[in-house]
């Protein structure tokens, strides 16, 4: 370390289970963060301020305005730009702290990439807003020996858990052997599982930064050499009763995932094509696909010209906006944002045949 950084990180050098060299581990550390939303954010910040060394963050959205509440990296003008999550947290988290090597990826977590863009990270934070890519990356992790941790927030309530493959309980022992359970047996897991959402059931920001700050803290333990001191239990908290449960959870002998080894969602075979996303959302993968971005708004803005002069009232002509990263557009009472590796999001429907013909219609098939 130079001077600079000993002034720097000074007040976690004190702190003796760090010390000199743990720090030094983390400055020469490194992790991948998947998600930048409310947990992922506050997870990023944290751990940039403490001084890791690389953080690739791999993150599929865009910023709204609804995401300002929780999402503590981002600002109303990356929402009014709507640019991609990745490249909003990577352009402030550079500014926070030039001792971080900081990669965001606009890109969409799958069975086909989600190998390349894990391998060589010694650990994996979970900051998704969806079980069936948890259970991707628990698949994925489990693998590849590669530690991760995972966390999850609706309303007041909040569930996170360190998972170290072949030594603790993964993804798939909680979930799906408690499948049918009332959701108390395992924390609450199964129940949020089973649906809520963000959408439908709000949440507190103040959630959030709670499982973030635990997931970061397990993070900052393992990269700083202090792997013994992470807590193997399921740790839950409800901020709005004061209620916090640590519990321990068995591995089930007889998993799919890490006693059997059987791989269904990196595999491919468990990961639907088209993704619900809340509330009156519908996303569409297109992993095979690179769209010109910019080729495609002017033959969207031909199209729209050409409907408002045929129909009276029509007012698409200044309805495409976009930038380097996505394009989008509405048709009342749909709106469609595109992505250039070939994703759109298709908001207003919960029907997939609708999305698709939406797709079909203005992107192509």
Known sequence: MNLEQREK????????????????RLLGSSAVLVGCGALGTVTANLLVRAGIGRLRIVDRDFVEMSNLQRQALFEEADARASLPKAAAAERRLRAINSDAEVEGIVSDLTPANIEE????????????????????MNDAAISLGIPWIYGAAVGSYGVTMTIRPGETTCLACLLEVNAGSDG????????????????????????????ASIQATEAIKFLSGNAQAMNPRLISCDVWTGRFQSIRVERNPRCRACARRDFTY????????????GRDSVQIHERCRTIDLVELGKRLRAIFAADERNNEGHEARDNVRGNEFLLRFSVPPYEITVFADGRALVKGTQDPAVARSLYARFIGS
Request: charged fraction near 15%; glycine fraction near 12%; charge should be negative.
């Open 266 to 277: 990196l595999t491919g075979d468990a990961q639907p094509h088209i993704t619900l996303c």
């Open 184 to 211: 108390e047996s395992n924390g609450g897991a199964t129940k949020m599982a089973a649906g809520e959402t963000c959408d439908t059931s709000g949440v507190l920001s103040s959630a959030t930064s709670v499982i």
């Open 9 to 24: 990180y000074s007040r976690q050098i004190i702190f003796p289970a760090i010390g000199e060299a743990g720090q030094e």
């Open 117 to 136: 863009l894990i391998s060589g990270f010694p650990l994996i934070l979970d900051g998704t807003d969806n079980f069936e890519t948890r259970l991707l």
